[in-house]
C-alpha cells in the first residue's frame, strides 16, 4: 500500500473562524480519518503554518491569461466590447495569438496555482491533452458550457446535453443596458435556467430576475475586476446578500485586474464584504457552483487533499485570505507549489522536478511545471517581458 504522507504541527482551517491544530495523513490524494495512526513515509513539519483548503476559481479563460487588458470602457454589453477589441491581424493580439495555445494554457494554469488556486473551472473546451496530471491545477472535467446568447447559436442544445449533475456555464447579463437585462428572461424561455445553470456576471440582473434565479437555483460566478473593467459596475451588495449561491472567479486578463487574489480584494472593497464573506466564495460555495463532490472547498475526512500553508500569525482562515501568500499547495496530496525559502525546509524528495519562477510584487516560488520551456516559448513570439495576468514573470 502507498505510504502516506504526513503534514505536522500547523493548524487547521476547519471554516471561516475556526481552526485547530491537528496533524494530517494524506494517502493516493485523499486526507485519510483525523487522528489516523500511520507510521513511516515521508512527513512534512508545517510548524508556525495555517493549513487552508485549496481554492475554487469558478471561471477563467486560461489560454488568455499572457495577454494585456484590451479596450477602453465602460461598455453597455459584452457584445460591445468584443467588437470593440477583436482585431487578431494587429497589435497586441496578433504577437499573443502566435504563442501556441498549449503555452498559453499552461501560464493560465501556473496563474491559478501561484494565487492558491487547485480547482478552476476553463469556460472553453476541456483539453484532454493538456489538462492531466502534468497540469500545475485541476481543470473540471465534468460540465457543460456555452460562450453566450449572442456566440452560441445552440445554447439550448448544448444545455439539454449536459447531464443534471453537471454544472452549465454561460455568459449572461453580461452589461448594463437592455441587450443585456434582457438575456435572463430568453434564458428561462428557452428553458435554460435551472439548478445546475451558473449565469457568469449577471450584472445587468434586474430584481424581479434575480428573485427568479432564486427560486429555480441558479448561480453566479462573480468576476468583480472584469466588470468593472468593462461595465463600470458590478454586483450590488444586495444582490451578494440576495441568496442566490454566488462563487468567486478571475477571469482572464483579457479584461481581470490580475489573479483570484486580486478578485479577493476588489471583492471586498466593490461588495462592501467582510473576510468571513469572502471565504465561502471561493470554497464551500464555489464547491456547490461547480457541483464538486468529493470534500473540495473545505479540509475535511476522507475529502480531497487540496491543500495551501500559509504562515501563521494567529489569524482565522478567513483573514489569511485577505493578504494571500502560499508557502505550499498541494493538489491531490502532490506537492505544486513551494516558496522559495521553505524548499529546504520541506526537503529534497518534494522538489524534485519543480522550476524556479518569481512575480513582479508577489515573490519567488519553485512550481510543478516546465517554466523555462513555457518562458522561451512565450518570449520567441513576445520578447523577454513576459507578464501573467499583468504581472512581469522569469523563469
Known amino acids: 500500500m502507498e505510504q502516506a504522507i504526513r503534514l505536522t504541527g500547523a493548524r487547521v482551517a476547519l471554516g471561516a473562524r475556526r481552526a485547530e491544530f491537528i496533524d494530517l495523513a494524506l494517502r493516493r490524494g485523499r486526507i485519510l480519518p483525523f487522528g489516523s495512526a500511520v ?24 489560454e488568455f491569461n499572457l495577454f494585456p487588458r484590451l479596450g477602453r470602457g465602460p461598455w453597455g454589453n459584452a457584445s460591445e466590447w468584443a467588437a470593440a477589441v477583436y482585431h487578431p491581424t494587429d497589435p497586441p493580439l496578433k504577437e499573443h ?13 501556473i496563474k ?22 502534468s497540469f500545475p491545477v485541476r481543470v473540471l472535467k465534468r460540465f457543460g458550457w456555452a460562450h453566450s446568447l449572442a456566440f452560441s447559436a445552440d445554447v439550448a442544445e448544448r444545455y439539454r446535453g449536459t447531464p443534471a449533475p453537471w454544472p452549465f456555464f ?12 434582457g438575456e435572463i428572461p430568453r434564458l428561462e424561455t428557452m428553458g435554460v435556467l435551472g439548478c ?27 468576476c ?73 472547498g473545505e479540509i475535511a475526512e476522507r ?37 522559495e525559502d521553505s524548499a529546504e525546509t520541506i526537503g529534497a524528495r518534494h522538489t524534485a522536478d519543480l522550476h524556479r519562477i518569481c512575480v513582479e510584487g ?22 523577454p517581458e513576459i507578464r501573467l495576468a499583468g504581472r512581469r514573470v522569469c523563469p
Open 97 to 109: 495569438l502566435r504563442v501556441p495555445k498549449r503555452t498559453r494554457l499552461y501560464w493560465g494554469g
Open 224 to 296: 468583480p475586476s472584469s466588470n468593472v473593467f468593462t461595465m463600470g459596475r458590478t454586483l450590488t451588495p444586495g444582490v451578494l446578500r440576495s441568496g442566490v449561491t454566488i462563487a468567486l472567479g478571475s477571469d482572464s486578463a483579457l479584461t481581470a485586474a490580475g489573479d483570484l487574489i486580486d478578485e479577493m480584494r476588489i471583492a471586498r472593497r466593490e461588495g462592501k464584504l467582510s473576510a468571513d464573506e469572502i471565504y465561502p466564495l471561493v470554497t464551500t460555495n464555489a464547491a456547490r457552483v461547480m457541483r464538486l463532490s468529493t470534500g473540495q
Open 39 to 62: 507510521s513511516g513515509g515521508p512527513q512534512i513539519d508545517l510548524t508556525g503554518h495555517l493549513l487552508l483548503p485549496g481554492l475554487i476559481n469558478v471561471h477563467d479563460h486560461l
Open 196 to 222: 445546475n445553470t451558473v449565469l457568469v456576471h449577471a450584472v445587468a440582473t434586474t430584481a424581479s430576475q434575480l428573485e427568479t434565479n432564486r427560486n429555480k437555483a441558479a448561480c453566479i460566478a462573480w
Open 303 to 339: 475529502g480531497t487533499a487540496d491543500l495551501i500553508a500559509v504562515k501563521d500569525r494567529g489569524q482565522t482562515p478567513a483573514e489569511a485570505l485577505t493578504d494571500l501568500h502560499p508557502v505550499l499547495i498541494m493538489v491531490g496530496g502532490r506537492v505544486m507549489l513551494l516558496s
Open 112 to 133: 491559478n496555482l501561484l494565487s492558491g488556486v487547485t480547482t478552476v473551472a476553463h469556460h472553453n473546451p476541456w483539453e484532454a491533452k493538456v489538462f492531466g496530471r
Open 362 to 383: 508577489r515573490g519567488r516560488w519553485l512550481v510543478r511545471a516546465p517554466v523555462p520551456r513555457l518562458y522561451a516559448a512565450a518570449a520567441a513570439a513576445l520578447g
Open 170 to 181: 454561460i455568459h449572461a447579463a453580461e452589461g448594463t443596458d437592455a441587450h443585456a437585462r
